[in-house]
């Protein structure tokens, strides 16, 4: 099946300090992948789309300039959380989107990664 | 409204079957998904269904669509200790000038009692 790895898998960091997280498709090309964050006990909220080769398509209430977003290859996109303050600590997840046609039809399918729990200090 | 909702918790007791309920908002979502999450991972997809669709069995796992009520359920048959997680339902929804995004629920706790 398709995979998705992220890293790193946690990081700390000081307040004040930039942060990059990488998310990869390995076994399969992605020309969106998605950026999500989750707090304790709580749903997935996307953060922004990610596509190759063109700038990140944010969510209302999500700084751009905050949290940068480069989708440079067909297998990776990276997040850098910008001189990040306590309370952008978080679970950072990563989806990729992948296509397939089954036997049954085409099918379009979002896989995620391990996620990356950031702790800002 | 807008929102995917779940209710946020379920107990079962090992051998039973879990159901777990989801009810959506876009009657024009093609598809809809179910994936598990364990405490501390990311989100592994479990199935999913296509809108013309009522029912998809994989193995343990069964998925009953109702357009009309726009109602989605997962059952889990003889659950599992290790079925213990939570599990989302995800619709997926065409922004306009976006494309395809997925909507989550809350998320349902499922707690698996031996």
């Known amino acids: 099946g398709a995979v998705v790895s992220q890293h790193p898998s946690r990081v700390i960091c000081k307040s004040g300090t930039s942060v990059k997280i990488e998310c990869r498709s390995l076994?399969?090309?992605?020309?969106?992948m998605f950026w999500y964050r989750q707090f304790p006990k709580q749903s997935l909220m996307l953060m922004a789309t990610?596509?190759?080769?063109?700038?990140?398509?944010?969510e209302q209430g999500v700084e751009k300039d905050k949290f940068l977003i480069n989708h440079a290859s067909l297998t990776l996109s990276t997040l850098t959380v910008t001189s990040a303050h306590p309370e952008d600590s978080s679970f950072y997840i990563c989806?990729?989107?992948?296509?397939?046609?089954?036997?049954?039809?085409?099918?379009?399918?979002?896989?995620f990664g391990p996620g990356t729990r950031l702790l800002v200090l | 409204g807008e929102d995917v909702e779940q209710s946020l918790f379920l107990s079962v007791r090992e051998g039973d079957s879990s159901v777990i309920n989801c009810t959506y908002t876009?009657?024009?979502?093609?598809?809809l998904y179910w994936y598990k999450q364990e405490p501390g991972a990311g989100l592994q997809l479990l199935t999913y269904?296509?809108?013309?669709?009522d029912m998809k069995q994989d193995q343990r796992l069964t998925v009953l669509l109702n357009k009309k009520d726009k109602h989605l359920s997962l059952r889990i048959a003889d659950t599992q200790t290790g079925d213990s997680a939570i599990y989302f339902c995800?619709?997926?929804?065409?922004?306009?000038?976006?494309?395809?995004?997925?909507?989550f629920g809350q998320g349902t706790e499922l707690s698996v009692k031996p």
């Open positions: 876009d009657s024009s979502s093609t598809y």
């Open positions: 269904i296509f809108s013309n669709m």
């Open positions: 989806s990729a989107r992948d296509f397939d046609v089954p036997g049954t039809g085409y099918q379009e399918t979002q896989y």
């Open positions: 995800a619709e997926r929804r065409i922004i306009y000038n976006q494309g395809g995004k997925l909507i």
């Open positions: 990610s596509n190759e080769g063109s700038k990140a398509t944010y």
């Open positions: 076994d399969f090309q992605a020309t969106t």
